[in-house]
């Protein structure tokens, strides 16, 4: 998901270049015509290919299509079977049970069977794993006293019997639908995964695939790979397309070049002011949605001036968010409102949830001065330096950091030094992680259509989205009533929604930036391409060339 970071979380990430290259002639004369062949790109390299590892959105781009799960996101954003046949919900909402097609196969040619959706689930949800995505299993009966290692993973509430599938939840679930088609819960095989060891999804050949594609030619490290239609996929033969050939480009205008030599069939045309002035008006636009939000995270655990409540208050008061797009990405986003992006999912009245729990971010220079002069005050540690942190990777994370630095240094004065750190997308991840990093831009593209792929990030300290180690107990208490006594009520799981966003506003946990925009140049003659605002951004299951 994708982004400057898609755990994709989950993140983050979003494509920021969904299209690219290849060294000349590697197509052939005409690729743009090339009916058994489609031409994409990443912006940033294949981080894993183990499919409970895997957070970004690059990766999760190459899982997306070469994985499949039981329920497929269709054009009209819902689940619909794919490797299952048919599925049911009890009315409590408490049970789903799930009817598997019948002669799967891996693309090894074994049986694909109900026992890898178990091993799956238990893998993510297992502590020696250490999944950045294992909270996405709460709710599922035992799943948190597995995730704190406190019960075996047999206990997990999915259980196998034949074709059958059975998932326990502690509590109903509005967003599990949209779980059954992540790629990190699509199918794993115990014994492979067992066998290949700490190699497994190092490679493409150390992956086996239930999905449309197969990768191949992907060694862990180069940036150039294919994937190939798989034809033990149960739908194989309506999947028109041989070969998709993919390239790392991180340069998006380089893409959009190649695009208009008809070397590749889509680019991303909001990776900078310029290339989206220069590109907006062209007859390929498409427009679509993209769940994708930027924001500043700030290490509250490890720097005292960013403990600090009113310093976090104060930089979050200095940031005019509009001139902010305006300036840095000349309107490729959107000034952020909340946390939640523009176009995940309505609410319950048919607002964008976005706006509804929107808290009221405002720009309020001369407040910002005195809450900082304040909080200064307060840490007693002299002149406040830290580092603002983003990747090398996109255009417009250089330029955002570049305004802000410029913006808080010229309200603040003498009070204040920022130090650009400028990194590759893998460092920034690891930093991440780490927690290595003052404050961070960083970025979230939801997972699935429903707004706790936000608001999960942030449950706990130890969340593995939640990189700045805070605690907000209001916030936590709004997401806890969301996911349980409201879990059955729109309006008021919406109600839970604004109040969580009203407590990370009121403790300045973040800074929310941009909401994305999905706008790209795109073949007309490539038709079948599924874009999703969030889970998999570009499925091409059924792409193909006219």
Not at 105 to 118: I, Q, R, Y
Not at 266 to 280: D, F, H, L, P, V
Not at 328 to 339: F, P
Request: charge should be positive.
């Amino acid at each position: 998901m994708k982004r400057w970071q898609k755990w994709t979380v989950a993140a983050v990430v979003v494509l920021a270049a969904v299209g690219g290259s290849r060294a000349a002639g590697w197509w052939g004369t005409s690729p743009a015509d090339d009916k058994s062949t489609l031409n994409y790109g990443l912006a940033a390299e294949i981080q894993t290919l183990d499919i409970s590892k895997s957070t970004d959105v690059n990766s999760n781009t190459i899982l997306g299509n070469t994985e499949s799960n039981l329920l497929r996101v269709n054009a009209k954003g819902n689940p619909v079977p794919d490797l299952a046949k048919s599925y049911s919900v009890s009315s409590d909402g408490l049970t789903y049970t799930v009817q598997l097609r019948s002669g799967l196969k891996w693309s090894d040619g074994s049986s694909l069977t109900a026992k890898d959706f178990v091993y799956t689930w238990q893998r993510i949800a297992d502590p020696k794993t250490a999944s950045q995505y294992s909270y996405l299993t709460s709710g599922v009966k035992n799943a948190d006293d597995i995730v704190a290692g406190k019960k075996p993973v047999s206990d997990l509430g999915v259980k196998a019997d034949g074709n059958t599938l059975t998932f326990t939840l502690e509590k109903p679930m509005a967003q599990f639908k949209y779980l059954l088609s992540f790629a990190q819960f699509a199918p794993q095989k115990e014994s492979f995964v067992k066998e290949q060891g700490s190699k497994y999804g190092t490679s493409s050949k150390t992956q086996i695939y239930s999905g449309p594609y197969k990768l191949e030619d992907w060694n862990g490290t180069n940036n150039k790979f294919k994937m190939v239609k798989n034809p033990d996929y149960w739908d194989a033969k309506n999947v028109k397309t041989k070969t998709v050939n993919w390239q790392v480009i991180k340069n998006p205008e380089t893409a959009i070049k190649m695009y208009k030599q008809g070397k590749l069939d889509r680019a991303a045309i909001t990776n900078s002011a310029e290339m989206y002035a220069a590109n907006k008006n062209n007859k390929d636009v498409k427009s679509s949605a993209l769940a994708a939000s930027t924001y500043l995270v700030y290490n509250e655990a490890k720097n005292p001036f960013l403990a600090n409540e009113k310093i976090r208050e104060a930089l979050n008061l200095a940031t005019n968010r509009k001139d902010l797009a305006s300036q840095a990405t000349g309107g490729a986003r959107d000034a952020a409102k909340s946390l939640v992006s523009n176009n995940l999912v309505k609410a319950a009245n048919g607002e964008d949830l976005s706006t509804y729990v929107a808290p009221g971010y405002t720009y309020d220079k001369e407040k910002a001065k005195q809450l900082f002069a304040e909080g200064i005050k307060e840490v007693n540690k002299g002149k406040m330096s830290v580092t603002l942190e983003t990747d090398a990777d996109s255009p417009i994370a250089k330029s955002t950091v570049d305004y802000l630095k410029q913006a808080y240094e010229s309200t603040f004065g003498d009070q204040i030094s920022i130090t650009e750190k400028i990194v590759p997308f893998k460092q920034r991840l690891q930093d991440a992680n780490n927690g290595n990093f003052d404050i961070m831009a960083t970025n979230w593209t939801g997972d699935y259509q429903d707004g706790s792929t936000f608001y999960d990030m942030f449950k706990a300290p130890d969340t593995g989205m939640n990189f700045g180690q805070f605690k907000n107990q209001a916030y936590t208490d709004a997401v806890a009533k969301a996911e349980g006594q409201d879990a059955n009520n729109p309006s008021a799981r919406d109600a839970d929604w604004k109040a969580a966003e009203a407590a990370l506003m009121s403790d300045a946990n973040i800074n929310p930036l941009y909401s994305w925009k999905g706008d790209a140049l795109q073949r007309s003659n490539v038709k079948g391409v599924v874009t999703n605002p969030a889970g998999l951004a570009l499925d091409l299951t059924y792409a193909h060339r006219k």
